[in-house]
Protein backbone atom coordinates (compact mmCIF):
# COMPACT_ATOMS: atom_id res chain seq x y z
CA UNK A 1 0.00 0.00 0.00
CA UNK A 2 0.89 3.80 -0.75
CA UNK A 3 2.27 5.34 3.03
CA UNK A 4 0.46 8.97 3.46
CA UNK A 5 2.84 11.54 3.49
CA UNK A 6 3.12 14.50 5.40
CA UNK A 7 3.19 18.48 4.64
CA UNK A 8 6.44 19.74 5.09
CA UNK A 9 6.36 23.15 5.61
CA UNK A 10 8.82 25.82 6.30
CA UNK A 11 8.76 27.96 9.79
CA UNK A 12 5.79 25.46 10.86
CA UNK A 13 3.76 25.03 14.05
CA UNK A 14 6.04 21.98 15.11
CA UNK A 15 9.24 23.96 14.54
CA UNK A 16 8.07 26.81 16.99
CA UNK A 17 7.24 24.13 19.21
CA UNK A 18 10.18 22.46 19.80
CA UNK A 19 11.75 25.83 20.17
CA UNK A 20 10.11 26.54 23.16
CA UNK A 21 10.10 22.91 24.33
CA UNK A 22 14.12 22.93 24.14
CA UNK A 23 14.01 26.63 25.75
CA UNK A 24 11.96 25.14 28.49
CA UNK A 25 14.59 22.77 29.48
CA UNK A 26 17.08 25.04 29.00
CA UNK A 27 15.97 27.39 31.63
CA UNK A 28 14.86 24.30 34.42
CA UNK A 29 18.51 22.66 33.53
CA UNK A 30 16.94 19.09 33.50
CA UNK A 31 17.12 16.41 31.31
CA UNK A 32 14.30 15.08 29.15
CA UNK A 33 14.56 11.70 30.37
CA UNK A 34 13.05 9.97 33.81
CA UNK A 35 14.15 11.13 37.22
CA UNK A 36 14.46 9.50 40.66
CA UNK A 37 10.69 9.78 40.72
CA UNK A 38 9.91 7.83 37.87
CA UNK A 39 13.05 5.33 39.60
CA UNK A 40 11.26 4.89 42.70
CA UNK A 41 7.67 4.27 40.77
CA UNK A 42 8.76 1.63 38.65
CA UNK A 43 10.73 0.16 41.88
CA UNK A 44 7.19 0.04 43.88
CA UNK A 45 5.68 -1.70 41.03
CA UNK A 46 8.08 -4.36 39.83
CA UNK A 47 8.58 -5.63 43.33
CA UNK A 48 4.88 -5.08 44.04
CA UNK A 49 3.91 -7.12 40.67
CA UNK A 50 6.47 -9.70 42.38
CA UNK A 51 4.99 -10.37 45.79
CA UNK A 52 2.03 -10.22 44.92
CA UNK A 53 2.75 -12.98 42.02
CA UNK A 54 4.70 -15.35 44.39
CA UNK A 55 1.76 -15.00 47.52
CA UNK A 56 -0.77 -15.70 44.42
CA UNK A 57 1.70 -18.90 43.46
CA UNK A 58 3.44 -20.13 46.15
CA UNK A 59 0.99 -19.15 49.25
CA UNK A 60 -2.43 -19.93 48.01
CA UNK A 61 -4.79 -17.50 49.68
CA UNK A 62 -8.20 -18.13 50.64
CA UNK A 63 -10.99 -17.35 47.73
CA UNK A 64 -11.10 -14.10 49.12
CA UNK A 65 -7.85 -12.55 48.90
CA UNK A 66 -6.94 -15.07 45.95
CA UNK A 67 -10.04 -12.95 43.72
CA UNK A 68 -8.43 -9.62 45.37
CA UNK A 69 -4.69 -9.89 44.54
CA UNK A 70 -5.70 -11.13 41.04
CA UNK A 71 -7.54 -7.90 40.16
CA UNK A 72 -4.52 -6.11 41.85
CA UNK A 73 -2.15 -8.29 39.45
CA UNK A 74 -4.02 -7.22 36.60
CA UNK A 75 -3.78 -3.68 37.36
CA UNK A 76 -0.24 -4.01 38.00
CA UNK A 77 0.68 -5.51 34.64
CA UNK A 78 -1.23 -2.29 33.16
CA UNK A 79 0.36 0.10 35.58
CA UNK A 80 3.61 -1.42 34.86
CA UNK A 81 3.02 -1.17 30.86
CA UNK A 82 2.07 2.28 31.07
CA UNK A 83 5.08 3.58 33.68
CA UNK A 84 7.79 0.88 32.45
CA UNK A 85 7.57 -0.24 29.38
CA UNK A 86 6.05 2.56 27.44
CA UNK A 87 8.76 5.05 28.50
CA UNK A 88 11.51 2.64 28.34
CA UNK A 89 10.05 1.62 24.44
CA UNK A 90 10.14 5.25 23.61
CA UNK A 91 14.21 5.80 24.88
CA UNK A 92 13.16 8.03 27.53
CA UNK A 93 12.77 6.40 30.70
CA UNK A 94 16.34 7.04 31.32
CA UNK A 95 19.46 8.93 29.97
CA UNK A 96 21.14 5.36 29.44
CA UNK A 97 20.78 3.47 26.41
CA UNK A 98 20.68 0.00 28.48
CA UNK A 99 18.54 0.63 31.00
CA UNK A 100 15.81 2.11 28.56
CA UNK A 101 15.90 -0.81 26.54
CA UNK A 102 15.51 -3.22 30.18
CA UNK A 103 12.62 -1.33 30.81
CA UNK A 104 11.25 -2.09 27.36
CA UNK A 105 12.02 -5.67 27.54
CA UNK A 106 9.76 -5.94 30.66
CA UNK A 107 7.04 -6.35 27.68
CA UNK A 108 8.80 -9.90 27.05
CA UNK A 109 8.47 -10.83 30.71
CA UNK A 110 5.00 -10.00 30.54
CA UNK A 111 4.14 -11.78 27.51
CA UNK A 112 4.47 -9.57 24.75
CA UNK A 113 7.38 -8.97 22.13
CA UNK A 114 8.92 -5.41 22.25
CA UNK A 115 9.98 -6.09 18.64
CA UNK A 116 6.55 -6.24 17.32
CA UNK A 117 5.46 -3.43 19.80
CA UNK A 118 8.41 -1.15 18.60
CA UNK A 119 6.67 -1.29 15.08
CA UNK A 120 3.07 -1.07 15.97
CA UNK A 121 3.23 1.58 18.31
CA UNK A 122 6.79 3.95 17.88
CA UNK A 123 6.69 3.15 13.86
CA UNK A 124 3.34 3.15 13.10
CA UNK A 125 0.85 4.16 15.39
CA UNK A 126 2.91 7.46 16.47
CA UNK A 127 3.40 8.60 12.92
CA UNK A 128 0.05 7.73 11.58
CA UNK A 129 -2.50 8.20 14.33
CA UNK A 130 -5.91 7.50 13.47
CA UNK A 131 -5.20 6.98 9.47
CA UNK A 132 -7.38 4.10 8.61
CA UNK A 133 -5.32 0.66 6.99
CA UNK A 134 -1.91 2.51 8.31
CA UNK A 135 -2.79 2.70 12.20
CA UNK A 136 -3.41 -0.99 13.52
CA UNK A 137 -4.67 0.59 16.84
CA UNK A 138 -8.06 1.26 15.06
CA UNK A 139 -8.09 -1.91 13.00
CA UNK A 140 -10.61 -3.77 15.02
CA UNK A 141 -12.78 -4.69 12.38
CA UNK A 142 -14.99 -6.45 12.02
CA UNK A 143 -16.38 -6.35 16.17
CA UNK A 144 -16.07 -2.38 16.53
CA UNK A 145 -16.23 0.00 14.19
CA UNK A 146 -13.95 2.87 14.72
CA UNK A 147 -14.03 5.12 11.99
CA UNK A 148 -16.40 6.33 9.32
CA UNK A 149 -14.52 4.58 6.75
CA UNK A 150 -14.68 1.21 7.56
CA UNK A 151 -17.52 -1.00 6.84
CA UNK A 152 -20.51 -1.10 9.15
CA UNK A 153 -22.20 -4.27 9.97
CA UNK A 154 -25.54 -4.30 12.02
CA UNK A 155 -23.60 -5.96 14.78
CA UNK A 156 -22.16 -2.13 15.34
CA UNK A 157 -24.87 -0.63 16.37
CA UNK A 158 -24.56 -2.14 19.95
CA UNK A 159 -20.99 -2.01 19.98
CA UNK A 160 -21.29 0.99 22.52
CA UNK A 161 -23.10 -1.82 25.17
CA UNK A 162 -20.56 -4.55 24.45
CA UNK A 163 -16.76 -2.64 23.89
CA UNK A 164 -16.32 -3.69 27.48
CA UNK A 165 -15.73 -7.60 27.32
CA UNK A 166 -13.92 -6.29 23.67
CA UNK A 167 -11.34 -4.71 26.05
CA UNK A 168 -11.03 -7.02 28.83
CA UNK A 169 -10.01 -9.57 25.70
CA UNK A 170 -7.36 -7.44 24.63
CA UNK A 171 -4.56 -8.80 26.99
CA UNK A 172 -5.06 -12.51 26.64
CA UNK A 173 -5.86 -12.05 22.42
CA UNK A 174 -2.68 -9.67 22.35
CA UNK A 175 -0.16 -12.29 23.62
CA UNK A 176 -1.90 -15.43 22.59
CA UNK A 177 -3.08 -14.74 19.08
CA UNK A 178 -2.00 -11.24 17.93
CA UNK A 179 1.92 -11.56 18.27
CA UNK A 180 1.91 -14.99 16.50
CA UNK A 181 -0.15 -13.53 13.68
CA UNK A 182 2.37 -10.56 13.10
CA UNK A 183 5.20 -13.10 13.52
CA UNK A 184 4.12 -15.71 10.94
CA UNK A 185 2.23 -12.53 8.69
CA UNK A 186 5.07 -10.29 8.45
CA UNK A 187 3.06 -7.70 8.53
CA UNK A 188 0.82 -4.91 11.44
CA UNK A 189 -2.14 -4.73 9.19
CA UNK A 190 -1.20 -3.60 5.78
CA UNK A 191 2.53 -2.69 6.86
CA UNK A 192 5.58 -5.30 6.34
CA UNK A 193 7.44 -5.71 9.69
CA UNK A 194 11.00 -5.12 9.50
CA UNK A 195 12.96 -7.68 8.78
CA UNK A 196 14.10 -9.93 12.23
CA UNK A 197 17.53 -10.77 13.32
CA UNK A 198 18.55 -14.16 14.39
CA UNK A 199 18.58 -12.81 18.21
CA UNK A 200 15.21 -11.28 17.62
CA UNK A 201 13.57 -14.88 16.79
CA UNK A 202 15.68 -16.24 19.67
CA UNK A 203 13.97 -13.16 22.09
CA UNK A 204 10.44 -13.58 20.56
CA UNK A 205 10.13 -17.53 21.11
CA UNK A 206 12.35 -18.08 24.19
CA UNK A 207 10.13 -15.31 26.31
CA UNK A 208 7.09 -16.92 25.06
CA UNK A 209 8.13 -19.96 26.72
CA UNK A 210 9.25 -18.18 29.66
CA UNK A 211 5.93 -16.17 30.11
CA UNK A 212 4.12 -19.73 29.86
CA UNK A 213 6.24 -20.87 32.28
CA UNK A 214 5.41 -18.24 34.58
CA UNK A 215 1.74 -17.65 34.12
CA UNK A 216 0.78 -21.32 33.26
CA UNK A 217 2.93 -24.04 33.92
CA UNK A 218 4.44 -23.25 37.76
CA UNK A 219 1.17 -21.95 38.57
CA UNK A 220 -1.45 -24.90 37.55
CA UNK A 221 1.64 -27.20 39.12
CA UNK A 222 1.38 -24.70 42.05
CA UNK A 223 -2.29 -24.45 42.84
CA UNK A 224 -3.83 -26.56 40.21
CA UNK A 225 -5.98 -25.57 37.35
CA UNK A 226 -9.14 -24.55 38.70
CA UNK A 227 -7.70 -22.14 40.99
CA UNK A 228 -4.97 -20.97 38.57
CA UNK A 229 -7.53 -20.43 35.63
CA UNK A 230 -9.50 -18.40 38.54
CA UNK A 231 -6.91 -16.24 39.00
CA UNK A 232 -5.20 -16.14 35.39
CA UNK A 233 -9.11 -15.32 33.97
CA UNK A 234 -9.14 -12.82 36.62
CA UNK A 235 -6.12 -10.67 36.36
CA UNK A 236 -6.24 -10.99 32.47
CA UNK A 237 -9.52 -9.35 31.86
CA UNK A 238 -8.18 -6.37 34.55
CA UNK A 239 -4.67 -5.74 32.62
CA UNK A 240 -6.95 -6.14 29.31
CA UNK A 241 -9.72 -3.55 30.17
CA UNK A 242 -7.57 -0.98 31.65
CA UNK A 243 -4.75 -1.09 28.86
CA UNK A 244 -7.26 -0.78 26.16
CA UNK A 245 -9.44 1.66 28.00
CA UNK A 246 -6.35 3.97 28.41
CA UNK A 247 -5.70 3.72 24.73
CA UNK A 248 -8.74 4.19 23.68
CA UNK A 249 -9.31 7.38 25.80
CA UNK A 250 -6.66 8.88 23.75
CA UNK A 251 -7.76 8.70 20.27
CA UNK A 252 -11.51 7.55 19.27
CA UNK A 253 -13.35 9.90 21.41
CA UNK A 254 -15.35 12.53 20.41
CA UNK A 255 -13.82 15.51 18.31
CA UNK A 256 -10.72 13.58 17.09
CA UNK A 257 -10.33 13.54 13.59
CA UNK A 258 -9.69 10.28 11.39
CA UNK A 259 -7.90 11.80 8.35
CA UNK A 260 -7.30 9.84 4.98
CA UNK A 261 -4.45 11.14 2.56
CA UNK A 262 -5.44 12.62 -0.61
CA UNK A 263 -5.81 10.01 -3.09
CA UNK A 264 -3.93 11.35 -6.12
CA UNK A 265 -1.03 12.65 -3.85
CA UNK A 266 -1.09 10.52 -1.28
CA UNK A 267 0.09 13.61 1.19
CA UNK A 268 -1.90 14.54 4.14
CA UNK A 269 -3.51 17.56 4.68
CA UNK A 270 -1.84 18.71 7.67
CA UNK A 271 1.73 19.04 8.44
CA UNK A 272 2.58 16.09 11.27
CA UNK A 273 1.92 18.04 14.65
CA UNK A 274 -1.04 19.54 13.69
CA UNK A 275 -2.30 16.14 12.64
CA UNK A 276 -1.35 14.89 16.31
CA UNK A 277 -3.80 17.62 17.71
CA UNK A 278 -6.24 17.07 15.43
CA UNK A 279 -6.55 13.08 16.10
CA UNK A 280 -5.18 13.03 20.16
CA UNK A 281 -7.13 13.90 23.35
CA UNK A 282 -5.74 14.54 26.58
CA UNK A 283 -7.96 13.46 29.99
CA UNK A 284 -7.94 14.02 33.85
CA UNK A 285 -4.77 16.32 33.60
CA UNK A 286 -5.07 17.69 36.80
CA UNK A 287 -5.85 14.44 38.58
CA UNK A 288 -2.04 13.35 40.30
CA UNK A 289 -3.40 9.74 40.81
CA UNK A 290 -4.63 9.08 38.01
CA UNK A 291 -1.06 10.97 36.42
CA UNK A 292 0.81 8.32 38.47
CA UNK A 293 -0.78 5.44 37.43
CA UNK A 294 -1.34 5.78 33.96
CA UNK A 295 2.24 7.00 33.25
CA UNK A 296 1.41 10.51 32.23
CA UNK A 297 -0.53 8.64 29.22
CA UNK A 298 -3.77 10.90 30.58
CA UNK A 299 -0.98 13.50 28.82
CA UNK A 300 -1.31 11.95 25.43
CA UNK A 301 -0.95 15.20 23.67
CA UNK A 302 2.22 16.19 24.69
CA UNK A 303 3.28 12.02 24.38
CA UNK A 304 2.58 12.56 21.26
CA UNK A 305 4.31 15.41 20.19
CA UNK A 306 7.10 14.42 22.10
CA UNK A 307 7.41 10.75 22.98
CA UNK A 308 10.97 10.99 23.45
CA UNK A 309 10.52 13.25 26.85
CA UNK A 310 9.86 11.16 29.91
CA UNK A 311 5.88 11.46 30.96
CA UNK A 312 7.46 13.15 34.15
CA UNK A 313 7.90 16.08 32.19
CA UNK A 314 3.77 16.20 30.91
CA UNK A 315 2.50 18.61 33.11
CA UNK A 316 4.55 21.74 32.19
CA UNK A 317 4.70 20.75 28.71
CA UNK A 318 0.96 20.85 28.55
CA UNK A 319 1.27 24.66 29.56
CA UNK A 320 3.75 25.11 26.93
CA UNK A 321 1.57 23.24 23.80
CA UNK A 322 -1.98 24.93 25.12
CA UNK A 323 -0.72 28.19 24.86
CA UNK A 324 0.80 27.65 21.40
CA UNK A 325 -2.43 26.41 20.19
CA UNK A 326 -4.69 29.16 21.51
CA UNK A 327 -1.89 31.43 19.64
CA UNK A 328 -2.62 29.92 15.86
CA UNK A 329 -6.36 28.67 16.88
CA UNK A 330 -5.83 24.71 16.85
CA UNK A 331 -8.28 22.79 18.75
CA UNK A 332 -6.61 21.71 21.52
CA UNK A 333 -8.75 18.52 22.27
CA UNK A 334 -9.51 17.44 26.06
CA UNK A 335 -11.64 16.17 29.04
CA UNK A 336 -12.03 17.40 32.34
CA UNK A 337 -11.82 13.99 34.47
CA UNK A 338 -11.75 9.75 33.56
CA UNK A 339 -15.79 9.99 33.60
CA UNK A 340 -16.07 12.46 30.72
CA UNK A 341 -13.29 11.15 28.64
CA UNK A 342 -15.68 7.75 28.73
CA UNK A 343 -18.80 9.11 28.14
CA UNK A 344 -17.23 10.65 24.93
CA UNK A 345 -15.86 7.62 24.08
CA UNK A 346 -19.17 5.78 24.32
CA UNK A 347 -20.83 8.24 22.40
CA UNK A 348 -18.27 8.09 19.77
CA UNK A 349 -18.98 4.59 19.71
CA UNK A 350 -22.64 4.78 19.36
CA UNK A 351 -22.37 7.49 16.90
CA UNK A 352 -19.63 5.00 14.61
CA UNK A 353 -22.57 2.60 14.89
CA UNK A 354 -25.11 4.30 13.21
Not at 158 to 178: G, I
Not at 277 to 285: D, E, G, M, R
Not at 307 to 321: F, T
Request: charged share 15%; hydrophobic share 45%; proline share 3%.
Amino acid sequence: MNIPKFSNIHQSFHSEMKAKISEYFLEVGRSTTGNYQLFIKALILMVSFILVYIHLVFFTPAVFWQVLESVLLGGLVAAIGFNVMHDGAHGSFSKYKWLNKLAAFSLNILGGNSFMWNMKHNIIHHAYTNVDGVDDDIDIQPWLRMSSTQKKYKLHKYQHLYFWVLYSLLYVFWVFLFDYKKYFRGKIGNMPVKKMKLSDHFIFWGFKLVHLFLFVGLPVYMVGFQSWLISFTIFTLVAGFVLSLVFQLAHTVEHTAFPVADPETGKMEDEWAIHQLKTTANFATKNKLVTWLVGGLNFQIEHHLFPKISHVHYPALREIIKTLCEKHGINYIEFRNVRYAIASHVAFLRQMGK
